[in-house]
């Protein structure tokens, strides 16, 4: 499974992929929005594109079709490794399957319904983006949308990856595993905390204990 990293955050960004643990990067408005400050987004997107080695999220903001097409083109236009991020509307699947014509690939996002998914696959998506926590939030079970859509993609052999976003906490990437998304995004913390169990602690603490009584190096 590929791990994103759900940031627009250059220094978590730097820090994960100098640890190799990361396959791309997937950011919305609000996670841009966080850490622009006066800075231009296309530079940020770019510095990016610069630093990880793999598909690379950029979302549109026009909400009508043509307007999506203009932005997706000068978003691609920034990078190789630059996706289109399109919302979920009927203008979203249109601007997507134009944008897969014109050879770019397209992260369909903010997708909550199996018939949502199922559109996005017809529309070429490359990726499709449900946000499991969101559901979640509202006492759904966000975890099941991702086992049904991998169900459907895989009964009529749809080739679109399911991208399992709007993960919150270790058990969420497990069980997006468990499900067979393609690949999952994490905000840097939930990446850390995945590395972490207090038996590896515990465990650490006493090997080096115990070596200390040698007083010997290696
Ligand atoms: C996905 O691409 C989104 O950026 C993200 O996963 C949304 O997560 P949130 O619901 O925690 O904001």
């Known amino acids: 499974m590929k791990i994103f990293l759900d940031t627009a955050d250059l220094g978590e960004i730097r820090r994960a992929a100098d640890a190799g643990l990361i396959d791309g990067i997937t950011t ?63 203008a979203g699947l249109k601007a997507c399957r134009a944008l897969v014509a014109e050879g770019i690939r397209v992260n369909v996002t903010l997708c909550f319904s199996v018939s949502q998914a199922l559109l996005a696959a017809k529309a ?63 905000p840097p913390s939930v990446l850390w905390q995945l590395s972490k169990h207090p038996l590896t602690d515990k465990g650490l603490e006493t090997f080096l204990k115990d070596w200390e009584t040698l007083g010997a190096r290696i």
């Open 124 to 186: 070429g998506a490359t990726y499709i983006s449900p946000f499991v926590g969101r559901i979640d939030d509202i006492s759904g079970d966000g975890m099941e949308l991702i086992e049904q859509i991998r169900q459907v993609y895989d009964n009529y052999g749809f080739k679109t990856e399911i991208l399992a976003a709007s993960l919150r906490h270790p058990l969420h990437v497990v069980q997006a595993m468990m499900a067979g998304s393609d690949c999952c995004t994490i």
């Open 28 to 90: 919305n408005p609000s996670l841009v929005a966080k850490v622009a400050g006066k800075r231009d987004p296309k530079e940020i997107y770019l510095a990016i594109c610069e630093t990880v080695d793999g598909p690379v999220s950029l979302e549109v903001v026009g909400v009508d079709k043509d307007t999506m097409l203009t932005e997706g083109r000068k978003l691609a236009a920034i990078h190789k490794n630059a996706v289109v991020k399109v919302p979920l509307t009927e």
